[in-house]
């Protein structure tokens, strides 16, 4: 499994923007598609975005489209999350993941590694 450990969280205004980035360690980084999950209070956890292991290939959940952008950098073991124009629904605990690399990158389901997550908190 890979080690991760997620960071650039915090408060911003609604219309503001966050980046998070997120640390790999550990096996090949290569080896993995990455996705961006979130979970606010009271909600089951989504994935947000993905990208496949060549950043070649990018998803994202409808109410994020236009707004956030998912890249890697594999030479660094790094990906990151670029949001713009923050609503206040964007509130919620961010999680890295990795996952098989042969897998869908828009399947939630395998993911296996897990960051300890990072709050976002947008205020209206």
């Known amino acids: 499994q890979v080690q991760l450990v997620e960071s650039g969280g915090g408060l911003v205004q609604a219309g503001g923007s966050l980046r998070l980035s997120c640390a790999a360690s550990?096996?090949?980084?290569?080896?993995?598609?990455m996705g961006w999950f979130r979970q606010a209070p009271g909600k089951e956890r989504e994935l947000v975005a993905a990208?496949?292991?060549?950043?070649?290939?990018?998803f994202y959940v409808d109410s994020v489209k236009g707004r956030f952008t998912i890249s890697r950098d594999n030479a660094k073991n790094t990906v990151a999350l670029e949001m713009n124009s923050l609503k206040a629904e964007d509130t919620a605990v961010y999680y890295c993941?990795?996952?098989?690399?042969?897998?869908?990158?828009?399947?939630?389901?395998?993911?296996?590694?897990w960051g300890q997550g990072i709050q976002v908190t947008v205020s209206s």
């Open positions: 990208i496949n292991w060549s950043g070649g290939s990018t």
């Open positions: 550990g096996r090949s980084f290569s080896s993995y598609k």
């Open positions: 993941a990795a996952g098989p690399r042969w897998s869908s990158i828009n399947y939630p389901g395998n993911f296996d590694s």
